[in-house]
Nanobody, 122 residues
């Protein structure tokens, strides 16, 4: 069993930065990612990283503003979010899995965190 614990959410002004952290306990999985869900919208892919290759994947609207990275600690992943916009407001979820169907698909992940709220004020 794998447990994911997110931290780092909060309230930030537009244009500001915020960093999310996710710590996974249990066995190592090949891909860790971040998804988000805004009120009244479906959950969407944000970013992912392959643990062995370090390949990074991003939603087009966050590319250049967000950076996903691995921590020095095993099974830790970060999401550095810069130049935040009000439309980035959502609950952000950490996910881990083999990502077989594709890193951008929820079905590629077997384990999910509880979510952390990010609110960007204008």
């Amino acid at each position: 069993q794998v447990q994911l614990v997110e931290s780092g959410g909060g309230l930030v002004q537009a244009g500001g930065p915020l960093r999310l952290s996710c710590a996974a306990s249990g066995r190592t999985l090949s891909t860790m990612g971040w998804f988000r869900q805004a009120p009244g919208k479906e959950r969407e892919f944000v970013a992912a990283i392959n643990w062995s290759s370090s390949n990074e994947y991003y939603l087009a609207s966050v590319k250049g503003r967000f950076t996903i990275s691995r921590g020095n600690a095993r099974n830790t992943v970060y999401l550095q979010m810069n130049s935040l916009k009000p439309e980035d407001t959502a609950v952000y979820y950490c996910a881990a899995g083999g990502a077989g169907p594709g890193v951008w698909r929820q079905s590629g992940y077997d384990y999910w965190g509880q979510g952390t709220q990010v609110t960007v004020s204008s």
